[in-house]
């Protein structure tokens, strides 16, 4: 029988679902996920651990994620298919699941040349699309993808990104019903900054139906300054900051800015409550955990619905 992972049951019920993300620390460090993940405890229903994001090495989010769920907080586990073939990833999931894990996040990943190993070769043995459906086969039919049964099959409530701004955006809804067909249950969005550009992508979800077939978290990032918005403008590929909110970061005082970047972050989560579709919000506030708790707070979105996973571990054969 299938188990509901707390994300499932919180988006399932029709609350509007609240999720961030804890990168992992550059060496063995423990504590350090421990010191983040504290900041999230109450505040969101799953915890992303990112999977060597802008292909920088860190500790492995399965074990970051272990590490997570020991303290009684929901992990979401991230995959990247850079760099791991189908069995390393179907091993990965098992393990994941056995320590009670039962949610995750199916990735392609950044290239190697934007990280600290471009020389490293990426894997890719199978896409993202193509790691939703495995998930799913591996949920449902039991089987792993070589079509051998599963003696315990892993339940995991399978996620994926989608990026509304990317080019050509006319295909950008098309990429996403590829994977609501591959079995995804939930999406987290790139950054939404243009929220005129979003709402336009959303009317393209609704006019598909597809807002009813899977459960979409907006996702957002909140500015710190007027030069991180130039540089999420001008350097990060598939974003897209307008010109107006540079503007407005550049128009406050150095020491004003960070608060002037949450200001934007709140008006941009109320106008997105209104619409039709967004079932939540995926705060993504990089190196800036700490602030989380308030910007949930301050969007009205606490207390949290349901409280935070039993601390123990190894129930994902329960």
Known sequence: MKTESTLEKILASGHLAVTSE?????????????????????????????????????????????????????????MVSRDRNRLAMQSDIIGAYSHGIDTMLCLSGDHPKFGDHPMAAGVHDIDSVQMVEMVKNMRQEGRFQGGEKIDGPPQMFIGAAANPFADPFELRVARLAKKVKAGVDFIQTQCIYNVDKFEKWMQGVRDRGLHEQVYILAGITPMKSVGMARYMKNKVPGMDVPDELVKRMGGVPKEKQAEEGIKICLETIERLKGVEGVRGFHLMAIEWEHKVPEIVERAGLLPRPVEQANPQVGTGNA
């Open 22 to 78: 804890c990168g992992p620390p550059r060496g063995a460090q423990p504590q350090k996920v421990r010191e983040k993940a504290e900041m999230l405890r109450g505040v969101v229903d799953g915890v992303n651990v990112t999977d060597n994001q802008t292909a920088m090495v860190r500790m492995s989010s399965l074990a970051a994620c272990i590490i997570i769920r020991q303290m009684g907080l929901n992990p979401i586990l991230q």
